[in-house]
């Protein structure tokens, strides 16, 4: 099933933000090619840490980087 422009834009902007040698390794792009969309969704929290520490903008960024992505 191909992704919706919402799943595509989620995608696209996370890895901005974690890079693509990191987004090709993620347990999110697995989960994303077995065709499991909602457990893909589900890993955006896990990229809430920056310096080994849980930032709250991270948290809040993911949250709605999810949510997009289940749209």
Partial sequence: MP???NQFDSLV???YNIGTATFEKSTLLKKLNAGD???AAEQFTV???GGGKIL???VDC???EKEVSLR
Avoid: R
């Fill in 3 to 5: 992704l919706t422009q």
């Fill in 13 to 15: 902007s996370l890895t």
């Fill in 37 to 39: 969309y909602q457990g």
């Fill in 47 to 49: 990229w809430n840490k």
């Fill in 56 to 58: 709250q903008g991270l």
């Fill in 62 to 64: 993911c949250a709605k």
